[in-house]
Structures are given as structure tokens and as C-alpha cells.
């Protein structure tokens, strides 16, 4: 079965920092871009970073810029998303999603794109 599973998620104070991780299980990302997107309760959805198949482009939500940083183990079948400084505005469910670009190493935040879902790990940024 194809799947993807998000790790990592937590509890951590303002101004601290968490590692997502998430992890394919049944197929490999090499032919994948693999995004993160996170949603709080009562928001939309919202793209908060991307990286291509390649590892050759990436990108990053606004508010997350400066902070976050995507990074891939293609060997490892696994996408990381490292969380610095973060804010009680980050708290949300964080899922990760690939999307089918073989012959192609961008990526964007269209949600449409992507085919395969994680079931979501909550960070709860609090003091």
C-alpha cells in the first residue's frame, strides 16, 4: 500500500524548534516533488514549502521564509522540513503530499497537483 507518513510533530515552546519528517512507504520519492502544507483550525490550507524531485528547486511559504528549511534523502525515501524559531502562528496540522513530476524538477504549491496525502502531524507552538 502507498503511503505517506508524517513524523515529528509536538508541543514546543515560542522561539523553539521541531524536524518534521516525512516518509514514503510502498513506492520511492525519486520521481516526486513532495511538498508540506499545514492547516489551523478554521484556515485553509496553506502551502508552507516545497522541494523538486531533484532537490534543485524549493520553495517557502512567506511566513515561513527565513525559518524553515526543506531538504530530501531520496536513498532514505524520506523529506525533511526543519523548523526554526517558530511562532504560535505556526500551529497547525502539518501534512506532506507528493506530486508526480518525472520529468520535471520544479515545484509549486497547487494543491491539485499532488496525488498522494500524509495523514498530518499537529505542532502546537505554546508557552
Known amino acids: 500500500q502507498w503511503q505517506l507518513v508524517e513524523s515529528g510533530g509536538g508541543l514546543v515552546q515560542p522561539g523553539g524548534s521541531l524536524r518534521l519528517s516525512c516518509a514514503a512507504s510502498g513506492f520511492t520519492l525519486d520521481y516526486y516533488t513532495i511538498g508540506w502544507f499545514r492547516q489551523a483550525p478554521g484556515k485553509e490550507r496553506e502551502g508552507v514549502s516545497c522541494i523538486s524531485r531533484g532537490g534543485g528547486s524549493t520553495n517557502y511559504g512567506d511566513s515561513v521564509k527565513g525559518r524553515f528549511t526543506i531538504s530530501r534523502d531520496n536513498a532514505k525515501t524520506t523529506v525533511y522540513l526543519q523548523m526554526n524559531s517558530l511562532k504560535p502562528e505556526d500551529t497547525a496540522v502539518y501534512y506532506c503530499?507528493?506530486?508526480?513530476?518525472?520529468?520535471?524538477?520544479?515545484?509549486?504549491?497547487?494543491?491539485?497537483?499532488?496525488?498522494?496525502w500524509g495523514q498530518g502531524t499537529q505542532v502546537t507552538v505554546s508557552s
Open positions: 503530499a507528493a506530486d508526480w513530476r518525472p520529468l520535471s524538477d520544479i515545484c509549486t504549491f497547487t494543491r491539485g497537483h499532488y496525488t498522494f
